[in-house]
């Protein structure tokens, strides 16, 4: 019944298997891959038919976490997996970036490939084994894909790069890249790096590029045996001669058009000109070939302008860094906050401080976990000038955000030298190339400014490439269109000392070695010129925090103390913020937080906890009140929740015939420690104490 192809492979010291035919078999095409003990099943499917009008190629990716894979129930009150999480659409993302342009480029059918974790060995993450799905699935599927394409996760210990490394070699690892490519070359990269140098990164890149090989080779070997015949291609419209003459009239209008270097200006002109030509061709022209030719001219213009003259459309040469603003304290009741503006980019960046309750708990594929920091990016329609619907956020913010995180993350200061759990929020306020990096150059700004201790201050630059056979310009600090009408888009974030987050995406099948040196020696200069200027607002982390952030004070009790501090149903731990204001957190391990707006609650809530977990010392004379009197004595409560029993015999030197003739409910009393029963109970003493003025009568007596 089934024509089951597998292929396997050793790699990185785990067996990869490739396998088709049994499962998804009406998909175009269908691979189960397994690497060690994770099973990722991955399709492909296009539609057979290009819908008419379309300019662009409509490509879906999703990647889909099944928590059956891990052997676990969904949370939540309907139990069954929900919109994508942050790491679906990250990894959605993932393996769009590197697929999407080897595609043909007449190709305009819908096409979906989907990535289904089936299994989770809790070792092997399942992106690398989705995005090496996706490549074998498009690769025999028939789909006019110029691939395969290879992946891989490369660690750094220190000394040597490791291969896909595992969750725990994770934790020991400084670097987290992720390289996927071709035979030729590399088409992306994404990674978060702990300050690592330029010859380091670039390193893992080229060592990932070289294990990715053994990998794309297995690929092929299935496709020999298991792939359906290849769709013919779309022809050459036939009108396409005829468009051309009509269109090459307006080149010099587009000529003049790019030479306007404010973007505004720019873009009426363009708009202008485009709506030009469609009157041009009057009723009912082919406005997909229409678009794409009038792409073709403008891109040739701004392309050939780069590389002919090493100008670029609003002036500058190719290293240039355009002017920056950056400013602090922007809006004055927020904890932090920054201002930082590039260019025609601008970022508003806010800072804000929380408590243990603020941290976002995350429940993964790999189980439930808690982040102290948050970073959320937002790109409002007016932030480009047009008019847009508002709603949660995209696939494009998602992704753009958790750049910015993995560009400040390894900064931050640890949870014991920072109790705080953070939020950024980053509100683009005007776009024209690299908002992304505006927010990690703002989320710094805004960092310090809050006075969140961290390490060193963090830039972030993006580079572009415009190649044409073997000559190349690369560009610092790219503009909207240059992005646009360029072959790539390189993001590279750090300090004066290291990278911290490198992201590369390419619009060609791939780029040499060559020119990533280049793009990383040409960032690290644009990246510590953006420092500079940054640091001209704040240089270093404020030593105080505002006075609307919260006050954290830690403290450290003994682990049998929790039960107390917490008290019967939580009642006592209410008690204590309800009447002092503060929040108040406890860990398991024995750490207290305590969260207050102002020193008096603070230390309020401190010393309500202290009196909870302190212990009767011998010998040692408190303050208390009387709350329970009995024939043979009365209980006084004397240290926060601890009560001693004062025995008759010691209310007073002289014969007591009756508790209350000494003393009644809600007196307050002087007492001494003078000893424990075998229960612990403490026993205390009125008598050996001098009601008046507090003094030990005994040690008086003595002297």
């Known amino acids: 019944m089934f024509e089951v192809y597998r292929k396997e492979v050793k790699w990185g010291g785990k067996l990869l298997t490739f396998e088709t035919g049994k ?9 189960m891959v397994t690497y060690g003990g994770t099973t990722v099943l991955c399709t492909a499917v296009g539609a057979s038919t290009a819908k008419p009008g379309i300019d662009f190629f409509p490509l879906t990716v999703n990647y889909q976490e099944k928590t059956f894979a891990a052997g676990r129930i969904p949370g939540g009150f309907f ?3 929900g919109r994508p999480s942050e790491k679906e659409t990250l990894v959605s993302r993932l393996i769009d970036r590197p697929i999407r342009p080897l595609f043909h480029k007449n190709y305009k059918n ?4 989907i990535a289904t974790v089936l299994a989770h060995d809790m070792e092997n993450d399942p992106d690398i084994v989705a995005i090496l799905g996706a490549s074998a699935a498009l690769t ?46 590399v088409l992306m990269v994404e990674s978060e790096a702990s300050e690592l140098s330029e010859e380091i990164m670039l390193g893992a890149v080229d060592y ?22 290849p769709r013919p291609l779309p022809d050459e419209p036939k009108e396409k001669d005829d468009y051309l003459k009509i269109i090459k009239p307006f080149r010099k209008k587009f000529e003049k058009a790019y030479k306007e270097i404010d973007k505004s200006n720019r873009s009426k002109m363009l708009s202008n000109i485009r709506n030009e030509i469609v009157l041009e061709f009057g009723d009912s022209p082919n406005s997909t070939l229409l678009s794409s030719l009038t792409k073709d001219i403008e891109a040739d213009i701004v392309r050939g302008n780069i590389l002919k003259t090493k100008k670029r459309i609003d002036g500058r040469d190719t290293k240039t860094v355009r002017s920056i603003v950056a400013e602090v304290g922007t809006l004055p009741r927020a904890h932090g906050s920054a201002l930082f503006t590039r260019g025609e980019t601008q970022a508003l960046v806010v800072a804000t401080l929380g408590t243990g309750q603020d941290e976002q708990i995350i429940d993964a594929l790999e189980g439930e976990y808690r982040s102290k920091f948050m970073l959320h990016y937002n790109f409002p329609p007016y932030s480009v000038g047009e008019a847009g619907r508002i709603g949660s956020p995209g696939r494009r913010e998602v992704g753009h955000g958790k750049l910015a995180w993995r560009a400040v993350n390894p900064l931050l200061p640890s949870g014991d030298d920072f109790p705080y759990t953070v939020r950024i929020v980053s509100e683009v306020t005007e776009s024209n190339g690299s908002s992304s990096m505006a927010t990690v150059c703002g989320t710094s700004l805004a960092l310090m400014d809050a006075g969140v201790p961290i390490k060193k201050p963090v830039a972030g630059i993006a580079m572009g490439l415009i190649k044409e056979k073997k000559e190349f310009s690369v560009l610092s600090d790219i503009l909207g269109d240059e992005d646009h009408l360029g072959d790539m888009d390189f993001k590279v974030a750090g300090t004066e000392d290291g990278i911290t987050s490198l992201q590369m995406d390419i619009k060609i099948t791939s780029i040499t070695k060559e020119i990533m040196e280049i793009a990383l020696e040409q960032a690290k200069e644009g990246r510590i010129h953006i420092l500079n200027e940054m640091s001209k607002a704040i240089g270093s982390s404020r030593e105080v925090l505002a006075d609307s952030a919260p006050k954290i004070t830690t403290m450290k009790v003994k682990l049998e103390k929790i039960r107390d501090i917490i008290g019967p149903g939580g009642k006592m ?55 329970k009197t009995v024939d043979f004595g009365a209980f006084v409560n004397f240290l926060g929740t601890k009560d001693g029993l004062v025995h008759i015999s010691e209310l007073q030197n002289a014969r007591t015939e009756k508790t209350t003739d000494i003393c009644k409910e809600g007196d307050e009393v002087k007492v001494k420690v003078i000893g424990f029963d075998d229960r612990g109970k403490v026993k205390l003493s009125m008598k050996r104490v001098d009601q008046h003025t507090g003094e030990d009568i005994e040690n008086k007596k003595e002297d």
């Open 23 to 31: 499962i998804a078999r009406q998909a175009d095409g269908a691979v």
């Open 79 to 81: 139990k069954r997996e």
């Open 110 to 113: 819908e096409t979906q490939v």
């Open 140 to 185: 025999i599927s028939g789909l006019p894909f110029m691939g395969p394409i290879g992946a891989c996760r490369v660690g750094w210990d220190g000394n040597n790069y490791i291969l896909n490394p595992t969750t725990v070699q994770m934790k020991e690892s400084s670097l987290d890249l992720v390289v996927a490519g071709t035979t030729d070359g």
């Open 208 to 229: 990932g590029h070289s294990e990715i090989e053994h990998v794309i080779k297995a690929i092929i070997d299935l496709a020999e045996v298991a792939a359906k015949e």
């Open 573 to 627: 731990i209410r008690e204590i913020c309800e009447t002092t204001g503060a929040k108040v957190d406890i860990e398991d391990d024995g750490t207290i937080k305590i969260a207050a707006s102002d020193t008096e609650s603070s230390e309020a809530a401190q010393k309500r906890i202290s009196d909870i977990v302190a212990e009767a010392e011998l010998g040692v004379i408190y303050t208390g009140k009387v709350v």
